[in-house]
Nanobody, 121 residues
Framework: QVQLVESGGGSGQAGGPLRLSCAAS????????MGWFRQAPGQVRDFVAA????????GTADSVKGRFTISRDNAKNTVYLQMNSLKPEDTALYSC??????????????WGQGTQVTVSA
């Protein structure tokens, strides 16, 4: 079993930076592809970014491309989401997920409980 715990969320003004972390326990994340998702009130959960187990392959949603960067440090069992140039529409509950492959992230094996990000205009 893998347990994922997100941190780093909070409130900030538009244009500012914020970094989210997802720490794993139970086993190392080196065997998993990882992804970040977000869900705003009244909205479905949307894909944000993903990274392969090796860290060589990444992908981001068009809405955050050029602003958000996903990375991982397998030695620390941690995945990060660096968010720059935040916009009010980035306000959401951000959750990390783990799966056996990037394709499998369409239906992740494990989910964290999420961390709230609120961006004011």
């Amino acid at each position: 079993q893998v347990q994922l715990v997100e941190s780093g969320g909070g409130s900030g003004q538009a244009g500012g930076p914020l970094r989210l972390s997802c720490a794993a326990s139970g086993r190392t994340l080196g065997n998993y592809a990882m992804g970040w998702f977000r869900q705003a009130p009244g909205q479905v959960r949307d894909f944000v970014a993903a990274i392969s187990w090796s860290g060589w392959s990444t992908g981001t949603a068009d809405s955050v491309k050029g602003r958000f960067t996903i990375s991982r440090d397998n030695a620390k069992n941690t995945v990060y989401l660096q968010m720059n140039s935040l916009k009010p529409e980035d306000t959401a509950l951000y959750s990390c997920a783990a799966a056996a492959s990037l394709v499998s992230l369409q239906s992740p094996d494990y989910w964290g409980q999420g961390t709230q990000v609120t961006v004011s205009a």
